[in-house]
């Protein structure tokens, strides 16, 4: 399994194996993300809502399926082919375009809220903070946003980059005012079997449960809770 900076997500989407004989888009879960149905239903999401790396468009379909007016962006034309589909199947109004979310050209002062589902960690240094400069040229002033990045390594599995309080404080420091900054579990598709078969499928991969920091998390379907931060910041003027 590659780093993320090696990651081409549109491959991922096309079904390209993680490991041998194991296909599948960890954090496609197959409905919304839990901690999305809960801002919303908190009624933290509100005006025309941008859905930044949006993905398979789970999130950005039960967005729209609540009223919202929603556009979902992702890097991957597989993704949104696919997001196009499914508004369709299911009778929903939703924009998707294949955009650059570190540069978001052609949205400037558009949107309300910002739903930042599992990208930020995606991004090296340089490209968080093109992405909250972006973010904040596509926003009102008052705009929202709630982002819920990685908080620390998986054990020894490549993959995102773990993020550190002090990182999401630095990059939002300017342009916005952070409101809430709590550690959350993240659902994803992974069981702790299919964990156990990336650990395994490395080159040198660590025995027992020690090694990977103890038995994973999982919710009452036995899907592995990524630990993440979930970060909420309002758009202030420069």
Not at 162 to 191: C, P, Q, V
Request: proline share 7%; hydrophobic share 40%.
């Amino acid at each position: 399994m590659p780093n993320v900076d090696d990651v081409d997500f549109d491959d991922v989407y096309r079904g390209r194996e993680l490991v041998d004989g194991l296909s599948l888009v960890p954090w496609d879960i197959g409905g919304p993300q839990p901690l999305v149905v809960e801002i919303e239903t908190a009624g933290e999401v509100h005006g025309a809502v941008l859905d930044a790396g949006c993905g398979l468009a789970e999130n950005a379909l039960f967005l729209a399926s609540k009223g919202h007016d929603v556009t979902g962006i992702d890097g991957a034309p597989t993704a949104i082919e696919r997001a196009r589909a499914k508004a369709a199947e299911r009778g929903l109004r939703a924009e998707f375009a294949v955009a650059e979310a570190t540069r978001l050209d052609g949205f400037d002062d558009r949107f309300d809220t910002v739903l930042d589902s599992a990208l930020y960690h995606c991004l090296n240094e340089e490209q968080r903070h093109e992405y909250a400069a972006a973010l904040h040229r596509a926003t009102k002033p008052g705009a929202t946003l709630h982002l819920f990045c990685l908080a620390e390594r998986m054990g020894p599995i490549p993959g995102p980059w773990a993020i550190s309080a002090d990182n999401l404080h630095e990059t939002f420091g300017k342009g916005w005012r952070i409101t809430r900054l709590e550690r959350r579990h993240y659902t994803t598709a992974m069981t702790p079997e299919l964990l156990t078969r990336l650990r395994e499928s490395l080159p040198e991969a660590p025995a027992g449960e020690a090694a990977a920091g103890g038995p994973p998390t999982v919710d009452e379907q036995g899907r592995f809770l990524m630990p993440v931060w979930q970060l909420k910041a309002t758009r202030i003027r420069p």
